[in-house]
C-alpha cells in the first residue's frame, strides 16, 4: 500500500500542467505512447502518470521523457542561481555596510 502524500496545491498544479505539456508535446510529434516509454526506458503505465503529472512518479522519468521530447536543456536551468531572485534580494540585505581595509603596521 502507498503512503498518503501531502502535496501542497500548488505544487500539484505545477505537476499537472507540466503533464499536460508532456502530453502535448509528444502528441504534437504524433508519438504514440508505446514508442515514447520505450525511448524514455519507462513502462506505458509510468508514462501515463507522467502525462497526468502524478507526484508519485520519479524526477528522472519526468527527465527521461522532456530528454525524448528534445527538452531537457530548459529542465537544466530550473533551479540556476541566475532565476534565483529571492536569493539575491536575501544576499543583497546581508551585503556590508561599510569595507574596512587592514591598516598596515609601521615598523
Same mark, same amino acid.
Given at each position: ?15 499537472? $500542467? ?8 509528444? $502528441?504534437?510529434?504524433?508519438? /504514440? ?15 501515463? $502518470?507522467?502525462?497526468?503529472?502524478? /507526484? ?19 529542465? $537544466? ?31
Amino acid at each position: 500500500m502507498s503512503k498518503a502524500r501531502n502535496i501542497v496545491i500548488p505544487v500539484k498544479v505545477a505537476l499537472i $500542467k507540466l503533464g499536460q505539456d508532456i502530453g502535448n508535446a509528444r $502528441k504534437r510529434r504524433r508519438i /504514440s505512447m508505446a514508442l515514447m516509454a520505450e525511448r524514455a526506458g519507462i513502462s506505458v503505465i509510468t508514462l501515463s $502518470k507522467v502525462e497526468k503529472g502524478d /507526484s508519485g512518479v520519479s524526477i528522472a522519468a519526468y527527465s527521461s521523457v522532456l530528454f525524448c521530447l528534445g527538452m531537457i536543456e530548459r529542465l $537544466k536551468d530550473i533551479a540556476d542561481i541566475k532565476y534565483d531572485f529571492t536569493g539575491k534580494v536575501l544576499a543583497d540585505e546581508n551585503l556590508p555596510k561599510r569595507i574596512y581595509q587592514k591598516r598596515k603596521k609601521c615598523e
